[in-house]
C-alpha cells in the first residue's frame, strides 16, 4: 500500500530564516505530488505540483519554492521565512492521469515568529 | 476567483440525524467532485467521490448527489456520529487536470 511521509510535524522559525519542508511518497511509481498550505480558517490553497522529476508548477507567486529531486520526493523551501508564511503545510500524492484523487499527508505545522 | 464554494462555514447536527453538507461551482468544465474530511492538525482524508455522468453515489452511511443544471452537489451522513465531527471540504476537477480546486470547507459538529 502507499504511504505519504512528510517532515517536521511541527516548527517554530524566525522571520528571515531558511525553510525547507520534505515529503515522500512510498509504494507507488511517478505520482503527481503537491504543495498546499492551509491559513487558519482558510481552505486548502494549491502552492505548487508536479508530474514528474524536475517538473515544477507554481499556482501562487510566493515567497515559497519547490523541487522535486526524485521520483518520489517533494521538497517546499524558503531563502527568507515571512511572518505571512505561518499556516499548515500538507503534502499530497495522486496516481496522476489513472485518478482525480489526492491523498495527503500528515502536515506541518509552520510558525513563524 | 472562487471556483468552488461551500456557503456555510459551519453546521451543528444532533447525533443520529442526517447531516446534509452543501457545495456549489462555476466551471462547467468540472466534471468529477470529491469530498475530503479533515480533522485538526491532520492531512485530509478521501471520503468519497462522483462522476459527472452520475447524480448519485453511496458508500456506506455517506452518500453525494451531483445536480449538474444547478451547478450544485451535496455530501449526506446518516445517521450522523460524533467522529463524523470535523471539517469538510468539497474538490472538483475536469479531464486532464492534474488539479482539485477546494472549496473553503465546513465544520460539521455532531452534538451527543
Known amino acids: 500500500s502507499q504511504t505519504i511521509h512528510q517532515w517536521p510535524a511541527t516548527l517554530v522559525q524566525p522571520v528571515g530564516s531558511p525553510l525547507s519542508l520534505e515529503c515522500t511518497v512510498e509504494g507507488t511509481s511517478n505520482p503527481n505530488l503537491y504543495w498546499y498550505r492551509q491559513a487558519a480558517g482558510r481552505g486548502l490553497q494549491l502552492l505548487f505540483y508536479s508530474v514528474g522529476i524536475g517538473q515544477i508548477s507554481s499556482e501562487v507567486p510566493q515567497n515559497l519554492s519547490a523541487s522535486r529531486p526524485q521520483d518520489r520526493q517533494f521538497i517546499l523551501s524558503s531563502k527568507k521565512l515571512l511572518l505571512s508564511d505561518s499556516g499548515f503545510y500538507l503534502c499530497?500524492?495522486?496516481?496522476?492521469?489513472?485518478?482525480?484523487?489526492?491523498?495527503f499527508g500528515p502536515g506541518t505545522r509552520l510558525t513563524v515568529t | 476567483d472562487q471556483q468552488v464554494k461551500q456557503n456555510s462555514p459551519s453546521l451543528s447536527v444532533q447525533e443520529g440525524r442526517i447531516s446534509i453538507l452543501n457545495c456549489d461551482y462555476t466551471?462547467?468544465?468540472?466534471?468529477?467532485f470529491l469530498w475530503y474530511k479533515k480533522y485538526p492538525a491532520e492531512g485530509p482524508t478521501f471520503l468519497i467521490s462522483i462522476s459527472s455522468i452520475k447524480d448519485k453515489n453511496e458508500d456506506g452511511r455517506f452518500t453525494v448527489f451531483l445536480n449538474k443544471s444547478a451547478k450544485h452537489l451535496s455530501l449526506h451522513i446518516v445517521p450522523s456520529q460524533p467522529g463524523d465531527s470535523a471539517v469538510y471540504f468539497c474538490a472538483a476537477s475536469h479531464f486532464g487536470n492534474e488539479k482539485l480546486t477546494f472549496g473553503t470547507g465546513t465544520r460539521l459538529t455532531i452534538i451527543p
Open positions: 499530497a500524492w495522486s496516481p496522476g492521469t489513472v485518478s482525480y484523487e489526492q491523498y
Open positions: 466551471n462547467s468544465m468540472f466534471d468529477y
